[in-house]
């Protein structure tokens, strides 16, 4: 198993500019999510999935856009890049039991600076 | 929404001296995790707690869920330079969204 994977591992755009962060998972995990980690702010969900075709915004959803299209894949799309958006993005997924998310395996990571 | 207050955000420790970083929520949990995040690295997970004044020990680490479910710690036991890192603790609120604290960074000194 690859487990989560996200790619590219680091990316420079210049403000303005689109771009779609990558991440897959091999567990047939049922929920998948985008967090963005800050200096100081802990992790903050921006959007997250429970199934293929079903999304919905997290803490921080203004800016990105996501598609669950399969189970496996879940992209992070921002749509016009600004400096408030450098950061640390990891994806997440688990399993949903009893209602509840399960143990998170996080992805390695997309460190993103805006210029 | 739900949040948790997670304390201390920093704290520095002599190798060897005990750690403890707690978690407060001003409502009820439905379940408590907590991870490790390595510096330059991803969270990964610790332990989940579940039951009204659970413990659960990994080694040199215990972890502890309140009777009322609304604060849980995570001890470590004579630090070691590997304990070194952000330990946060994470809830799943309604709609299944996971909530994270904003983390305990560890420093270890030799």
């Known amino acids: 198993n690859a487990g989560v994977t996200q790619t590219p591992k680091f990316q420079v755009l210049k403000t303005g500019q689109s771009m779609t962060l990558q991440c897959a998972q091999d567990?047939?995990?049922?929920?998948m999510s985008w967090y963005r980690q800050d200096p100081g702010m802990g992790l903050r969900l921006i959007h997250y999935?429970?199934?293929?075709?079903?999304?919905d915004q997290g803490e921080v959803p203004n800016g990105y856009n996501v598609s669950r299209s399969t189970t496996e894949d879940f992209p992070l799309r921002l749509l016009s890049a600004a400096p408030s958006q450098t950061s640390v993005y990891f994806c997440?997924?688990?399993?949903?039991?009893?209602?509840?998310?399960?143990?998170?395996?996080f992805g390695p990571g997309t460190r993103l600076t805006v210029l | 929404g739900q949040q948790v207050m997670q304390i201390p955000q920093y704290q520095h420790v002599q190798e060897g001296e005990d750690f403890t970083t707690y978690c407060n929520s001003s409502?009820?949990?439905?379940?408590i995790q907590w991870y490790k995040q390595r510096p330059g690295g991803h969270p990964v997970f610790l332990i989940q707690?579940?039951?009204?004044?659970e413990v659960k020990k990994q080694k040199r680490l215990t972890f502890q869920f309140g009777e009322a479910k609304k604060n849980s710690s995570l001890h470590i036991t004579a630090t070691q330079t590997t304990d070194v890192g952000t330990y946060f603790c994470s809830f799943s609120g309604s709609a299944r969204q996971l909530t994270f604290g904003s983390g305990t960074q560890l420093t270890v000194l030799p």
């Open positions: 997440a997924s688990s399993f949903i039991r009893g209602g509840s998310t399960d143990t998170q395996y």
């Open positions: 409502t009820t949990l439905s379940n």
């Open positions: 567990m047939n995990h049922e929920y």
């Open positions: 707690l579940v039951k009204s004044g």
């Open positions: 999935s429970v199934g293929a075709g079903i999304t």
